[in-house]
């Protein structure tokens, strides 16, 4: 950007007198750096698109992972049969017996988005399948993300840091995590959606602008339809607001983009059926309700004072005003809490303030490994240089403190606390880190290149500024600042350095880790080359083709999802984890022995089980390794599962030294049998388990109740079928 | 037998069709074969017909059991004099007149050339037969091979008088068990029965063979195949198959360690990949199905064609069922013709490109370019007919689809028949596509530099507000 700028319109002038067309389109400074700016920006967006596309070469256009695939089937539904039936949809086919009301328990800006693109390219007559749309909705997010970015950058910098948060956003590695093709989660435009949010409501506060205040409404109501990570925005905005005004910064500006938003925010989130009425309802949202009420007798106080003009009357009259709201403010909330009106929190929210609380309290929320807390490592995995920039960027935006760079204070650390609770949120602080870390990016290079630049103006400057650091190092010997040039160069390498190692970094990362659809995995062979395991869509497809189209399948519940879209079959639990009971009554089947497994799979209709075993290829998070949360789910509710039942000495073993309840029950009986009989790996008994590197315990394995329907290739998956009750006479 | 009959006209021409058919021809021998190698039953009968009569004998009566007729595919005759090949036809062509008291159905067959009196010729009837074999027993175990049961009559059927008859029946295997006969032999995998001498017309009496047969029981219950034409060049074909596996279902479950520590014992009648032959010169082929691609398969190409092996996603064993498409890319110029009345002219081959496969329901599209008039098929067989739309990327009044559909097909109707669709396409019809893209970006650019050269409303009020608040 600065070079540009510094360009002497007399060697252009020479240039481009050879084509005395072009010579019309001589540009002003301003409009080549507008070149500059818009041709980057667009450069921009292609490569978010396109660093996202590994997964589509590296696989094929295919939804990866599990919630995804639900969200595929929602959309579907919703372009075969309009979005009256979509919402009115009771699912039947999960949960049973209990079923599912679609359209009451679920985000449907995903689904609405990519319906409306689907019907947008219709009508324009391309006609493409809802699934490559689907497929490409994040990296299509991602690339509008960029553009929020830069407008975001721009108002709380300056253009150039707009230009660099956009650079580093687009292959940010903890924002492509969740948004590479195929990855169709609501996280994928959820993000889209909280930054222009964030963008907008800072827009409004920097401009009071209703018309800013109201679009930052909307794009709040996107944010509620498309994640519940919306809660994130309806606490963060008013503890901005309250940091606003303890520091002194209350504004008439602030007053109009609060409210505004708040109020026409609330009214249409409510819109929103799984939302409903919890904005007034639920206790996370008690806060943005409070703020909005102090803003209230805060502009009321201002009001009294400008009519009173008396400070010590005004003094009484404020400690009055303040205890009545106070109290008021504070019974109200009790009596709400008490008598149920206003809900406590949830104990997913419980966990992300006190990150043991999930493990003491709700197993259900800690078995998933997205909400693990985040190990350091994944922090440098996904951030790399912006974890030391993002200090360096606070450091500018103190330097420069205004409500815009306050606010972006605010949303890193914030978000960063709950990166380091929970793995999943890394995401939500991605756009922060790299909107303070452009800020560090964009001030340094600009304070050194002008550095550089007010030396080069020196009479010997005529050289090539950028050569050599030794020539460089001579034309700045005789300067008052020695090396002050050189390094500022240095420097300027530098910075050039770790963006360079950045990109590397970021693109090794996408195509190494991200863009697996963990429905087909992957291995090197022993020839190096590449093996394909498709055992899970070969166990789902020959559901769909060769069981009854009623068949209930039961599973642990991390298979539901694929098995309703893939499988097409009706399943007991799967990935909407909403009734624990449900969830540890499964838990509870899979740790019986067979007979009284058997019991509970007549009760609830079971036709085929479905368990996932990797013993023979090694692949580790199959059920074996899950074991020990569903015995624990199935347990808080079922006290007849008892842990230590399943461990010898506080182990979880496999082997022959493995408990004998583990030996038997339903789980170990399914992933096991007849597996004595295979030989795994060369120079290694029969039954050895590859993943725990162990022979198994109990190679005699019966099955009295249930038999093997089918197994997979590499047996990572094993239908078994439930056996009718037999005749009593 | 017809004096039983109720008067009809059909029957009356019946009766007299038959009993001059009869008073004339001797049919002198038959040797019949019944090839039982795969799930099709294909049938080659050599005829020697003697003109006995006072006149001579343009026409020649096919005959054969209701439960044969109903599965009849295809059938060839070749009409021979004095060993050589005279006149082939296709007799499913011609009307069917059908008696309901005999349970027959007979197929005239014109001959070529009238039979002189006393004179003889040859005819080799070719007849293709599915859903005949029948599995017995009904499940079976994975360890278990595939038995099946055949049941025809031993005797030629026929409305004629036949001197010299046998019947012989080629085996893939091992037999269980057949019927038995005095005159009887059985060699290898061959068994005969016969000679039977002087049998009057319509004899009949049952023969049963019961015998393994493992060969893949592949049957395409529905079977689409979408060719698009373009224009530039390119011929798109699609081809969607539901595939069920046709042969005694799968008892007690399927044991992967099984199947994978003696692949030759167990799973002997199941079939783990199809085999497609594709027309030369095809590229860009793909293999997927409703979750997605499948990884396992092999192409391999040479000059006589495209060999496509696909590996399914799981073995098929008796009564399972897998649906799954194919697709590829043929260069144009191998199947559209330009006839002299300016008429284009495509050349398709009917049938499934999957080997050994009876289809029971084909759907061809043949999607024609936008803009297409006069559109006419023939086709060498009956079909049903039928005209719809099809909007695909950038079209406005959609393209014209050929729709025509077929029960029971088999490999030999790929063989031997041909549909030939007659339209006219304007070629300037190409570049409309192209021009509305190009008219589309062109109006993008027209909005941009409008957009940009507009001052907004917005800026000028704000300007302005400005200007009045410096005035105050």
């Not at chain 1, 347990?635 to 493995?658: H, S, T, W």
């Amino acid at each position: 950007m600065g070079a540009t700028s510094n360009a002497s319109p007399a060697p252009l002038n020479s240039a481009l007198s050879s084509f005395p067309s072009l010579k019309a389109l001589k540009f002003t400074t301003k409009q080549q750096e507008l070149l500059i700016r818009v041709s980057a920006l667009a450069l921009i967006y292609v490569l978010a698109f396109v660093v996202r596309l590994f997964s589509v070469l590296r696989y094929e256009s295919m939804i990866h992972e599990f919630d995804p695939y639900f969200n595929y089937r929602t959309t579907l539904f919703l372009t075969k049969n309009g979005f009256s039936e979509f919402w009115n949809w009771f699912d039947s086919e999960s949960w049973y017996p209990l079923g599912r009301i679609i359209g009451g328990t679920l985000y449907p800006g995903l689904m609405v988005t990519a319906a409306l693109i689907h019907r947008i390219l219709h009508f324009f007559s391309f006609a493409v399948h809802i699934r490559e749309v689907c497929v490409l909705t994040a990296p299509f997010f991602a690339s509008n993300t960029t553009l929020v970015a830069y407008f975001f950058g721009k108002e709380i910098w300056d253009s150039g840091a707009g230009l660099v948060a956009a650079a580093l956003i687009a292959i940010c590695p903890g924002y492509i995590s969740r948004s590479v093709a195929g990855s169709y989660d609501n996280e994928g435009v959820a993000i889209f959606a909280l930054l222009l949010t964030f963008y907008l409501f800072v827009k409004a506060v920097n401009t009071g602008s209703l018309a800013w205040s109201l679009a930052s409404a909307f794009g709040y109501f996107y944010m509620v339809s498309a994640w519940g990570g919306y809660v994130f925005i309806i606490n963060l905005v008013p503890l901005y607001v309250l940091v606003l005004l303890v520091t002194g910064r209350y504004s008439m500006r602030l007053y109009v983009a609060y409210n505004c938003m708040y109020v026409v925010g609330m009214l249409l989130a409510m819109q929103i059926r799984f939302v409903g009425f919890q904005h007034v309802q639920s206790g996370e949202h008690m806060a943005a309700m409070g703020v909005f009420f102090l803003l209230q007798v805060f502009y009321f106080l201002d009001w009294v004072k400008y009519i009173l003009n008396d400070i010590k009357l005004f003094h009484s009259f404020l400690r009055i005003t303040l205890t009545c709201a106070i109290t008021v403010g504070v019974l109200a909330l009790s009596i709400g809490t008490a008598s149920g009106y206003i809900s406590p929190w949830t104990g997913r929210f419980y966990s992300l303030l006190d990150p043991t609380y999930a493990k003491d309290h709700i197993p259900i929320i800690a078995s998933v490994s997205e909400h693990q807390p985040t190990a350091w490592s994944s922090f440098m995995f996904d951030f790399h240089i912006l974890l030391f920039l993002f200090p360096a960027g606070l450091y500018f935006c103190f330097k420069r403190l205004s409500d815009a760079t306050i606010f972006v204070v605010m949303y890193g650390l914030t978000s960063m606390y709950f990166a380091g609770v929970m793995v999943r949120l890394i995401l939500v602080a991605a756009p922060a880190m790299c909107l303070v870390s452009s800020i560090a990016v964009s001030a340094t290079v600009k304070n050194l290149s002008s550095l550089v630049r007010a030396k080069s103006k020196s009479p010997q400057g005529s050289g090539k500024p950028l050569s050599g650091s030794k020539a460089a190092a001579k034309a700045s010997a005789d300067q008052s600042l020695p090396f002050q040039k050189n390094g500022a160069i240095a420097l300027l390498l530098g910075a050039l350095y770790l963006l360079c190692r950045y990109a590397i970094h970021c693109t090794w990362v996408t195509s190494e880790a991200y863009s697996s659809p963990s429905i087909v995995l992957a291995a090197r062979g022993h020839g190096g080359g590449r093996v394909i395991f498709d055992d899970y869509r070969e166990a789902y497809y020959w559901l769909r083709q060769n069981t009854p189209p009623d068949a209930k399948v039961m599973s642990w519940w991390d298979y539901g999802y694929q098995i309703t879209a893939m499988g097409n079959r009706t399943v007991i639990v799967d990935n909407n984890t909403w009734n624990n009971t449900h969830i540890a009554t499964v838990g509870r089947a899979m740790s019986s022995y067979e007979h009284e497994a058997y019991e509970i799979m007549l009760s609830l209709d079971v036709n085929y089980v479905l368990v996932v075993f990797g013993g023979v290829t090694g692949y580790s998070s199959d059920d074996i390794n899950k074991f020990l949360w569903m015995v624990r789910i199935g347990g808080g509710v079922f006290p007849v599962i008892k842990e230590p039942d399943y461990l010898v000495n506080g182990e979880f073993r496999v082997d022959k030294g493995a408990a004998p309840k583990m030996l038997n029950c339903l789980m170990y009986k399914l992933c096991y049998y007849r597996f004595g009989e295979m030989t795994t790996e060369y120079g290694k008994p029969p039954g050895y388990d590859r993943v725990r590197g162990v022979e198994i315990g109990n190679k005699d394995i019966k099955l009295e109740y249930l038999e093997e329907a089918f197994t997979t290739s590499n047996w990572i998956v094993r239908i078994y079928k439930v056996k009718p009750p037999k005749n009593r006479w | 037998m017809e004096c039983r009959l109720p008067f009809s006209l059909v029957v009356f021409c019946l009766v007299i069709l038959s009993s001059t058919v009869r008073s004339e021809l001797v049919i002198s021998s038959v040797e019949k074969w019944v090839d039982l190698h795969s799930h099709i039953v294909r049938v080659v009968s050599f005829l020697k017909v003697e003109n006995q009569g006072p006149y001579d004998v343009s026409e020649f009566v096919l005959a054969f059991p209701d439960a044969q007729a109903k599965n009849l595919a295809t059938m060839l005759v070749i009409y021979l004099e004095e060993g050589k090949i005279i006149y082939s036809e296709f007799p499913i062509n011609s009307t069917k007149p059908k008696s309901k008291q005999s349970n027959m159905t007979f197929y005239p067959v014109t001959l070529p050339k009238k039979l002189e009196k006393g004179k003889t010729a040859g005819l080799d009837v070719y007849v293709v037969l599915t859903n005949l074999l029948k599995p017995l027993p009904k499940e079976i175990t994975q360890a278990e091979s595939q038995l099946l049961v055949y049941t025809d009559n031993i005797y030629y059927t026929s409305p004629y008088h036949i001197r010299n008859q046998s019947i012989v029946f080629r085996l893939p295997g091992r037999i269980e068990s057949y019927s038995e006969y005095s005159e009887m032999r059985l060699v290898e995998s061959e068994l005969r029965y016969g000679p039977f001498e002087e049998q009057p017309p319509f004899s009949y009496s049952p023969v049963v063979v019961h015998f393994e047969n493992n060969n893949s029981f592949a049957v395409a219950s529905n079977f689409v195949q979408e060719i698009e034409i373009s224009h530039w060049g390119n011929v798109q074909v699609t081809e969607q198959y539901t595939i069920i596996h046709g042969g005694a279902h799968l008892k007690n479950g399927f044991s992967r360690i099984d199947y994978q520590a003696n692949p030759s014992m167990s799973g002997a009648s199941s079939f783990r990949t199809l085999v497609a032959r594709l027309p030369p010169m095809s590229h860009s082929v793909y293999y997927r199905d409703e979750i997605g691609n499948i990884s396992t398969s092999h192409l391999r190409g040479d000059s006589q064609g495209t060999q496509l092996e696909m590996e399914l996603r799981f073995p098929m064993f008796g009564g399972w069922k897998i649906s799954f498409s194919i697709g590829y890319s043929l260069p144009l110029h191998d199947f559209l013709f330009e006839s002299d009345a300016g008429n284009n002219v495509l050349n398709i081959t009917f049938g499934s490109s999957i080997e050994e496969i009876v289809v029971e329901n084909q759907i061809v599209r043949v999607v024609l370019p936008q803009g297409s008039k006069d559109i006419s098929v023939k086709s060498q067989f009956p079909t049903k007919k039928s005209q719809e739309l099809k909007y695909s990327h950038l079209d406005i009044v959609g393209r014209p689809v050929v729709v025509l559909e077929k029960d029971n097909v088999v490999p030999e109707h790929k063989r031997y028949f041909q549909v030939y669709i007659y339209y006219k396409f304007n070629n300037i019809f190409l570049l409309g596509k192209a021009m509305m893209l190009i008219l589309g970006i062109f109006l993008l650019f027209l909005m941009c530099i409008l957009y940009m050269h507009a001052d907004l409303a917005l800026s000028k009020t704000s300007s302005w507000e400005e200007e009045t608040e410096g005035r105050k």
